[in-house]
């Protein structure tokens, strides 16, 4: 597994846009090591996050908040994850709000799914795709699907 994520210089800031360093992920310990920096999983012209600078993806990232029930038997967790897709390549990181209450949404499993797929270099393909899983996986979240979202860092619990 080869994932391909383009980091920021900065944690936290939902008005960033730019995400100048380029890392690839073949493991656990370096997918760990990227996102704990603000991170999209893509390549923008000039390091520039927007739809409309979208140059190539082989990640489709998708965010599980387990916001579609209030039952826990129908959370989605990492072994349901296998389940599912045992089949596929992907990784799993736990997000900055796994285990906490959100939204005022009880403490639950959230995970950033990371599917590695065939490099896409087309926006509108890329997000096709990514609402094409979130109509089939509909525990997947709806308002996360563009070629041009980003990603909360992970910060190490202390």
Not at 43 to 57: A, D, G, Q, V
Request: net charge negative.
């Amino acid at each position: 597994m080869r994932l391909v994520l383009q980091t920021a210089n900065v944690v936290s800031d939902a008005k960033n846009c730019l995400y100048p360093n380029r890392v690839e992920a073949g493991n656990a310990a370096e997918l760990q090591e990227a996102i704990k920096k603000d991170h999209v999983c893509g390549e923008y012209k000039k390091n520039y996050r927007s739809k409309e600078n979208f140059i190539r993806s082989n990640v489709a990232v998708m965010d599980c908040d387990n916001d579609h029930s209030e039952d826990p038997e129908e959370w989605i967790t990492p072994e349901k994850m296998e389940e599912l897709f045992g089949d596929f390549s992907y990784a799993i990181a736990f997000s900055r709000n796994h285990m906490k209450v959100k939204d005022g949404k009880s403490e639950r499993p959230r995970f950033h799914v990371y599917f590695q797929i065939e490099e896409v270099t087309d926006e509108k393909v890329y997000a096709g795709l990514k609402i094409a899983i979130q109509k089939q996986y509909t525990f997947f979240d709806d308002n996360a699907l563009d070629a041009a979202r980003f990603i909360f860092a992970r910060i190490p619990e202390k």
